[in-house]
């Protein structure tokens, strides 16, 4: 397991973060997953094990119920605390309350009190704000997250699902008040779904950002086994919930090209797709989730693969972006101060 560096911080988590969208599987989660105490201490048990010193829940997950699994399961284990950078996240609907969402300080204030009860723990390593909140002023989200780390209920701070001008006017007003600010970017990704590399890319590559990748297999459907005329096997997650949205024909694709990889190296094409994501320099960690422990370990074991150049440039090739403006604009003008001027 390689460990890299959150963002501008001194903080190591590991390439792979466990992820636990699927551990509780109350009302409309029970589409992720539905695994229970026992199965959810035998994934931490696995994950830590195998190196994963990082995990990523939410507060909306399960309503609750999976960080209360997750911190079950991590006293169950007997675990230190101090081995283990615990995330979480909160905006989305907790209730049908008025203030029972979004990113007030009313609501983030409550929200971390109740994380950090039910994950049974006294601080969070990384608080992330799980969207955008269009109706909280952006100073009053951010002042409340400065706070909360200033109060050491809260280490480190990131974002998810951003545009980057939302991404970029947080780190400006943060900089400008002497604020904590987002150390990590945690955001769809996928060899089939690289848009991320339009803006984000340059945008954290520019300001030292952290790089989390939820969804690296595209909801199941980069695992290899979905074809482009079936439906994928019963009770696979993409029959039940068709999310995140996908351009199958793209997607196809790229599998038709990881097929015959994963059949050299005798491995899945989950493996492939993980891989190719573990090999881009600006990935931090990928988040992996599992209903079974023969998931889990089959996500784990993409660490193990190393991929060629020749395959590399192949599946660069199937998965490149269509280009679009100003993209090709910026790049035909940037090949001018490419190179120094040559001497007479």
Not at 102 to 117: C, D, F, I, P, T
Not at 158 to 172: H, P, Y
Request: charged share 20%; net charge positive.
């Amino acid at each position: 397991m390689r460990y890299n560096l959150l963002g501008n911080t001194g903080l190591y988590v590991s390439q792979l973060c466990l992820g636990t969208m699927t551990f509780g599987g109350k009302g409309y989660w029970e589409k992720m997953g539905r695994v229970q105490l026992d199965d959810v201490t035998a994934f931490v048990k696995k994950a830590f094990e195998s190196g994963i010193n990082f995990i990523d829940t939410a507060n909306v997950y399960s309503f609750g119920e999976s960080e209360s699994l997750t911190g079950q399961a991590i006293k169950k284990l007997g675990l230190a605390r101090e081995d283990l950078v615990i995330a979480t996240k909160a905006t989305g609907i907790m209730n049908d309350l008025p203030n029972g969402r979004g990113q007030s300080r009313y609501h983030l204030m409550n929200e971390v009190e109740a994380s950090l009860k039910r994950l049974q723990i006294d601080h969070i390593d990384l608080y992330q704000l799980h969207g955008f909140d269009p109706l909280t002023p952006f100073e009053e989200a951010l002042s409340t997250l400065n706070d909360l780390v200033r109060s050491g209920k809260v280490r480190y701070i990131g974002l998810c699902n951003m545009a980057s001008w939302q991404i970029m006017k947080g780190l400006a007003i943060s900089d400008k008040r002497n604020w904590a600010r987002f150390e990590s970017v945690q955001a769809y990704y996928t060899i089939a779904g690289r848009d991320l590399e339009r803006e984000i890319i340059p945008l954290v590559q520019d300001q030292k950002m952290g790089v989390m990748v939820w969804s690296p297999l595209a909801g199941g459907l980069l695992s290899g086994k979905y074809r482009a005329d079936t439906k994928g096997p019963q009770g696979s997650r993409r029959r039940n919930f068709n999310f995140p949205p996908v351009d199958k024909v793209r997607a196809f694709k790229c599998v038709d090209v990881m097929r015959p990889i994963a059949q050299k190296h005798q491995v899945s094409v989950a493996q492939v797709a993980l891989a190719w994501l573990l090999s881009r320099s600006f990935v931090t960690s990928v988040i992996i989730g599992a209903k079974t422990i023969v998931q889990l370990e089959d996500n784990i074991a993409s660490t193990r693969l190393k991929l060629t150049v020749t395959e590399l440039k192949a599946l660069e090739e199937v998965s490149q972006l269509p280009q679009e403006y100003p993209g090709w604009m910026l790049s035909l003008q940037g090949q001018y101060r490419a190179q120094p001027p040559a001497k007479e």
